[in-house]
């Protein structure tokens, strides 16, 4: 495997708590803890001796590349395909790619497909296979995923924009840890959504801020599509 083991928080790599990731993928928190608990720290890290998760307080907290896992995770369920299927998937991506976040990796993010029950991969010819290799098809276009993420020179995510890059919000692991913020700047958009709370006006907060209105308008959109 190409990943360097994490056993504890590492500056630029982002620090999500299970609150945190449910707040920023919408993903019911049972299902979050659930999740990790059960594939990342036990299924996943016994079989790569790779510590995906540390405690923090007293809830767990992953980097930024298991948070896109966990979305890719839930996209591909929500779709249909059961999770005997994806962890099936994920060993063998994590093999063939020899990364521990198969799930965050643009070479295969960008081919990645379903039809509802089988995980499925689009070569540049236009074909379609199944994963595991047991079948080759040709298949019109499914759906394409992760438009909303930006890739570093590694191929593996480096920022997510959880509602879209035409919006300011941004999770980047190197400001404020990956938690959400207005895109060019250290503000965690939660702030301008607790003052928005208070009744303080959108044009004082943006003038408090020295932002656009449009930033604290898109602030105020993720919290309360997250709430």
């Not at 079989?47 to 995906?52: A, D, F, T």
């Not at 995980?119 to 079948?135: A, H, N, R, W």
């Not at 438009?147 to 593996?156: G, I, P, Q, R, V």
Request: hydrophobic content about 40%; proline content about 4%.
């Amino acid at each position: 495997m190409k990943d360097s083991l994490q056993t504890t928080p590492v500056i630029g790599s982002g620090i999500y708590t299970i609150p945190d990731i449910a707040l920023i993928l919408g993903i019911p928190y049972t299902k979050v803890l659930r999740w990790i608990n059960s594939f990342w720290n036990d299924r996943f890290a016994n079989k790569y001796q790779y510590s995906y998760s540390w405690n923090v307080d007293l809830t767990k907290a992953v980097n930024f590349h298991t948070l896109i896992e966990l979305f890719t995770f839930y996209e591909l369920s929500q779709a249909g395909v059961s999770t005997r299927e994806l962890l099936k998937v994920h060993d063998i991506l994590s093999e063939q790619y020899s990364t521990h976040y198969p799930f965050a990796t643009k070479l295969i993010l960008e081919g990645l497909r379903t039809d509802g029950k089988k995980v499925l991969f689009e070569q540049k010819d236009g074909s379609i296979y199944t994963v595991d290799g047991t079948l080759q098809f040709k298949l019109s276009f499914v759906k394409e995923f992760f438009k909303n993420l930006d890739f570093a020179t590694d191929s593996l995510a480096m920022r997510f924009w959880p509602i879209g890059k035409e919006k300011k919000i941004v999770c980047d692991p190197h400001h404020q840890f990956g938690q959400p913020v207005i895109d060019g700047t250290n503000i965690q958009s939660e702030i301008l959504y607790r003052m928005y709370l208070a009744k303080e006006p959108i044009k004082f907060i943006a003038e408090l801020y020295e932002l656009p209105v449009i930033s604290v308008k898109n602030a105020i959109e993720f919290h309360k599509t997250a709430a």
